[in-house]
C-alpha cells in the first residue's frame, strides 16, 4: 500500500473474501474464560464490548485444535460439541457491527501435561528451558494428524459462521518449533533447511485453504524471531514468509516477536511483573521467580511500534498477502504510520484490554492516547480471565446494588 493508495484507516477495507469495516483488528489474547471448553457469556461479553468499541475485526483466542494442543486453562477447543456456542458468540459480534476471527493453534512444548494429561510435543526431543518440561519426537503420522487436526478445527469455524481464522504460527507453539533450527534437529523432510523446517506450516495452511475455500479469511500470524539465541531470526523467517507468499494460501500475514518459551517479556515489552507471576506459580517455585523472575522473564524496555523495524523488512518480499503490524500501536498517528509504511491492518492488544472504546475513541478524536501504561500485570491474567488490571469492572464485575 503506498502512500499514495493508503486510505482513512478506519473506512472499510477488504481481507480475502471478507468486507471489514476498518483496518483495526484485535489482537489474539488468550481469554481463559471457558473453563469447560466452550463458549461463556462472559466471553461473548468480552468480544463484543470490542465490537462495540469499534474494531474491525476480534479476535476469539486461543482455540484449540486438539485438547492436547491446549497452553493454558479456559480455552476453547474446536470441536461440534462448541459449535452452538460459537455460534451465539459470532452471532453477537456481527450484531455489533464487527467481524470476528478464530484463531486456532496447538501448543506443541507449551502444552503443559498437568493441564492436557498428554507429554508434550516438539520436531525433536526438547526440554522446555523454562517449565523444565521434557518434551517428545513428534512422529510423521502424528504431523499428519496434526494437519488435519487444524483442518476439522477450520471447518468448525465455517460451521460457526466466523469470518476469518488466525493460524498460530508463533512463539513457538508446534509449528513455529519446526521453524526453530535450535529446537528441530529433524532428519526427514521437516528439518535440516529453512524450506524444509517451512513444510509444516505451509501444509497447514494449504489444507486449511482447501477445506474453507473462499467463504473466509485465512491469516497466519508468524514470528520473525523469537529471542532464543539460534532459534527464529529474520533472515530465515523472510523465506518462510517469502514460501507461504508464494503458495497463495493466505490472505494475510501478522508479524509477530518472541515466544512462550523463553524471555516472554521479548514479546510484550515494558514493565516486568515478577510479583504477580510469583503468585501463580506453584509454591514450591515462587521463591525462585521472585529471585530470577527478571533474569528468567527478560526485560526490555517500551517504545512505541517496536515490532516496526523487523516488520518492514517483509514489504518488499510478500508481494501477494496482506500484512498486518503488530505491536506497540496505541493511537491514530501509530496506525498511520503503519500504513504509511505498506501495512494493510493493524492489530492492537494490550491497548484494547484497557480501553474496548479505543477505536470509537479515536476516530471522534484523532489526538487520543490510550490509556494503557504497559505495567504488564494483564500477562497473569491469562491463568484466568484475561483482563486489564486497571479496569474495575473487568477486574471486580458489575457494581452490586445496596
Given at each position: 500500500?503506498?502512500?499514495?493508495?493508503?486510505?482513512?484507516?478506519?473506512?472499510?477495507?477488504?481481507?480475502?473474501?471478507?468486507?471489514?469495516?476498518?483496518?483495526?483488528?484485535?489482537?489474539?489474547?488468550?481469554?481463559?474464560?471457558?473453563?469447560?471448553?466452550?463458549?461463556?457469556?462472559?466471553?461473548?461479553?468480552?468480544?463484543?464490548?470490542?465490537?462495540?468499541?469499534?474494531?474491525?475485526?476480534?479476535?476469539?483466542?486461543?482455540?484449540?485444535?486438539?485438547?492436547?494442543?491446549?497452553?493454558?486453562?479456559?480455552?476453547?477447543?474446536?470441536?461440534?460439541?462448541?459449535?452452538?456456542?460459537?455460534?451465539?458468540?459470532?452471532?453477537?459480534?456481527?450484531?455489533?457491527?464487527?467481524?470476528?476471527?478464530?484463531?486456532?493453534?496447538?501448543?506443541?512444548i507449551v502444552a503443559p501435561k498437568k493441564l492436557t494429561g498428554a507429554t508434550p510435543v516438539?520436531?525433536?526431543?526438547?526440554?522446555?528451558?523454562?517449565?523444565?518440561?521434557?518434551?517428545?519426537?513428534i512422529a510423521r503420522d502424528e504431523i499428519r494428524a496434526v494437519i488435519e487436526q487444524f483442518?476439522?478445527?477450520?471447518?468448525?469455524?465455517?460451521?460457526?459462521?466466523?469470518?476469518?481464522?488466525?493460524?498460530?504460527?508463533?512463539?513457538?507453539?508446534?509449528?513455529?518449533?519446526?521453524?526453530?533450527?535450535?529446537?528441530?534437529?529433524?532428519?526427514?523432510?521437516?528439518?535440516?533447511?529453512?524450506?524444509?523446517?517451512?513444510?509444516?506450516?505451509?501444509?497447514?495452511?494449504?489444507?486449511?485453504?482447501?477445506?474453507?475455500?473462499?467463504?473466509?479469511?485465512?491469516?497466519?500470524?508468524?514470528?520473525?524471531?523469537?529471542?532464543?539465541?539460534?532459534?527464529?531470526?529474520?533472515?530465515?523467517?523472510?523465506?518462510?514468509?517469502?514460501?507461504?507468499?508464494?503458495?497463495?494460501?493466505?490472505?494475510?500475514?501478522?508479524?509477530?516477536?518472541?515466544?512462550?518459551?523463553?524471555?516472554?517479556?521479548?514479546?510484550?515489552?515494558?514493565?516486568?511483573?515478577?510479583?504477580?507471576?510469583?503468585?501463580?506459580?506453584?509454591?514450591?517455585?515462587?521463591?525462585?521467580?521472585?529471585?530470577?523472575?527478571?533474569?528468567?522473564?527478560?526485560?526490555?524496555?517500551?517504545?512505541?511500534?517496536?515490532?516496526?523495524?523487523?516488520?518492514?523488512?517483509?514489504?518488499?518480499?510478500?508481494?501477494?498477502?496482506?500484512?498486518?503490524?503488530?505491536?506497540?500501536?496505541?493511537?491514530?498517528?501509530?496506525?498511520?504510520?503503519?500504513?504509511?509504511?505498506?501495512?494493510?491492518?493493524?492489530?492492537?492488544?494490550?491497548?484494547?484490554?484497557?480501553?474496548?472504546?479505543?477505536?470509537?475513541?479515536?476516530?471522534?478524536?484523532?489526538?487520543?492516547?490510550?490509556?494503557?501504561?504497559?505495567?504488564?500485570?494483564?500477562?497473569?491474567?491469562?491463568?484466568?480471565?484475561?483482563?486489564?488490571?486497571?479496569?474495575?469492572?473487568?477486574?471486580?464485575?458489575?457494581?452490586?446494588?445496596?
Amino acid at each position: 500500500m503506498s502512500v499514495e493508495t493508503m486510505s482513512d484507516p478506519f473506512e472499510p477495507a477488504r481481507l480475502g473474501p471478507v468486507r471489514l469495516r476498518n483496518r483495526v483488528i484485535k489482537a489474539a489474547t488468550s481469554e481463559g474464560r471457558s473453563p469447560d471448553g466452550l463458549v461463556t457469556d462472559d466471553l461473548i461479553d468480552f468480544h463484543v464490548a470490542f465490537a462495540k468499541g469499534g474494531v474491525g475485526m476480534t479476535t476469539v483466542a486461543y482455540c484449540c485444535v486438539s485438547r492436547e494442543g491446549a497452553s493454558a486453562p479456559g480455552q476453547i477447543v474446536m470441536s461440534k460439541a462448541a459449535l452452538p456456542g460459537l455460534r451465539r458468540l459470532t452471532d453477537a459480534v456481527h450484531g455489533a457491527g464487527a467481524a470476528v476471527s478464530a484463531q486456532l493453534g496447538h501448543a506443541g512444548i507449551v502444552a503443559p501435561k498437568k493441564l492436557t494429561g498428554a507429554t508434550p510435543v516438539a520436531p525433536s526431543r526438547f526440554v522446555n528451558p523454562t517449565s523444565f518440561a521434557y518434551c517428545r519426537e513428534i512422529a510423521r503420522d502424528e504431523i499428519r494428524a496434526v494437519i488435519e487436526q487444524f483442518a476439522v478445527a477450520a471447518q468448525v469455524a465455517v460451521d460457526a459462521d466466523f469470518d476469518a481464522v488466525e493460524l498460530h504460527f508463533g512463539h513457538l507453539y508446534l509449528p513455529s518449533s519446526f521453524l526453530s533450527a535450535r529446537i528441530n534437529r529433524r532428519k526427514d523432510g521437516y528439518g535440516g533447511s529453512i524450506d524444509n523446517r517451512s513444510r509444516l506450516v505451509r501444509e497447514i495452511a494449504a489444507r486449511v485453504r482447501e477445506v474453507v475455500g473462499d467463504r473466509i479469511a485465512v491469516i497466519a500470524k508468524l514470528d520473525m524471531d523469537d529471542g532464543l539465541p539460534g532459534s527464529i531470526w529474520i533472515d530465515e523467517a523472510l523465506r518462510t514468509a517469502q514460501l507461504l507468499d508464494a503458495d497463495a494460501t493466505l490472505d494475510a500475514i501478522e508479524l509477530t516477536q518472541g515466544s512462550s518459551v523463553y524471555k516472554p517479556m521479548y514479546l510484550f515489552r515494558g514493565d516486568v511483573p515478577v510479583k504477580e507471576f510469583a503468585e501463580v506459580m506453584p509454591p514450591a517455585l515462587r521463591p525462585g521467580v521472585r529471585l530470577a523472575g527478571k533474569r528468567i522473564m527478560g526485560s526490555y524496555p517500551y517504545r512505541n511500534l517496536y515490532m516496526l523495524d523487523a516488520a518492514r523488512q517483509f514489504v518488499p518480499v510478500v508481494r501477494n498477502t496482506k500484512l498486518i503490524l503488530l505491536g506497540g500501536i496505541t493511537n491514530r498517528d501509530h496506525i498511520e504510520t503503519g500504513l504509511r509504511e505498506g501495512f494493510d491492518f493493524i492489530a492492537m492488544g494490550r491497548a484494547l484490554l484497557r480501553e474496548p472504546d479505543l477505536v470509537n475513541t479515536m476516530i471522534t478524536d484523532p489526538t487520543a492516547r490510550s490509556r494503557c501504561n504497559h505495567n504488564n500485570k494483564c500477562m497473569v491474567t491469562v491463568f484466568g480471565r484475561t483482563h486489564c488490571v486497571l479496569d474495575p469492572e473487568q477486574r471486580y464485575g458489575d457494581i452490586p446494588k445496596v
